[in-house]
């Protein structure tokens, strides 16, 4: 194997406000971890008065059918009450290693883009690993997209303007709904959004190797994520491309996409190596490699320079595909 040279330095700004956060999180993860994490106590969650933001935003709860035999899923739908145009869709997937999180988990910043951009938001609560395995979690996400988009209409929003979104593991869901609607004649997606995306099950490149045992979400916690899913089939051949996108051996026909990583995180190399092959493939992608920012560093330390940084380039992307 290639000789492991020492991390990137974390930024300065950023590096402070690790050293204050690593004390509020579990140094290793395991399913005691977990427990803990599901608990409530590490992630607070919106309430829907702060998502209504003093009545931007009507805020209801649907739930809708699942693929097939598959329970029921439930949709956070955020809508603007007084659009200033067309409005289109954020589908967004959440975070937290498909092991934690919820419907709520990361809807702040689609709200954030919503009021600028004029879009309803939906966000779907899917089934967790371990419990449910690959592809509860893809299912899930594929049978709400496929029921928002067969509801615009209903919900106000042009069909030709919805992208996915999500950060993390989040990501990686986004981009394998970008993958199965493609393969599928699925709704037809404008743009994905993918922030710093859990796109590889085999954990074994570089940065996996550079982040071990630093930052957040190392390679041990990724480690534990992806057997959450995929069981003894973790980084063993044949995988699903809609369990880890990076897997994937066509990525061509994809929608615009945005790709954001820190140079000082676990994905790194993952992230980077999926933008290179859209590009190879004749897509269209923007990557952006944030010098050392750690896994989530925006959401940590939203008032570093870098993370604002971070912000306003999603934004400029989103108006180029919105308004360009």
Do not use: K
Not at 73 to 98: D, N
Request: with cysteine.
């Amino acid at each position: 194997m290639t000789t492991i040279l020492p991390p990137p330095p974390f930024d300065p700004e950023l590096g402070a406000a690790l050293t204050v956060f690593a004390d509020m999180m579990p140094r290793s993860f395991d399913t005691e971890t977990l427990a803990m994490m599901r608990s409530g106590t590490v992630m607070a969650v919106p309430t829907d008065d702060d998502l209504r933001r003093d009545g931007t935003f009507r805020i209801e709860e649907r739930v809708v059918p699942g693929l097939g035999d598959d329970p029921d899923i439930t949709l956070l739908i955020c809508t603007p009450v007084s659009p200033t145009g067309t409005l289109g869709c954020v589908y967004h997937t959440h975070g937290g290693g498909m092991v934690i999180g919820d419907r709520r988990t990361g809807v702040v910043e689609m709200l954030d883009w919503a009021a600028q951009f004029n879009l309803v938001v939906v966000s779907v609560e899917y089934r967790l690993a371990p419990e449910n395995p690959h592809p509860a979690l893809i299912d899930d996400c594929y049978a709400g997209l496929l029921w928002t988009a067969g509801h615009a209409d209903e919900l106000g929003f042009e069909p030709g303007r919805m992208i996915v979104a999500g950060g993390s593991a989040g990501g990686g869901l986004a981009a394998a709904l970008a993958l199965r609607a493609r393969d599928e004649g699925g709704p037809e997606l404008l743009g994905q959004m993918l922030i710093c995306p859990m796109l590889d099950d085999r954990n074994d490149t570089p940065s996996a190797h550079q982040m071990a045992g630093l930052g957040v979400w190392d390679r041990n916690a990724n480690e534990f994520g992806w057997t959450a899913l995929l069981g003894d089939q973790q980084g063993a051949p044949g995988v699903s491309p809609y369990a880890a996108p990076a897997r994937a051996e066509d990525l061509s026909g994809l929608p615009a996409t945005f790709i954001d990583v820190g140079s000082a995180e676990t994905f790194r190399d993952e992230d980077v190596a999926y933008a290179s092959r859209i590009w190879q493939a004749g897509g269209r992608a923007e990557l952006h490699v944030w010098p050392g920012g750690f896994h989530g560093f925006d959401g940590i330390a939203p008032a570093a320079q870098v993370s604002r940084d971070a912000r306003e380039a999603r934004v400029r992307w989103l108006n180029r595909l919105f308004n360009g």
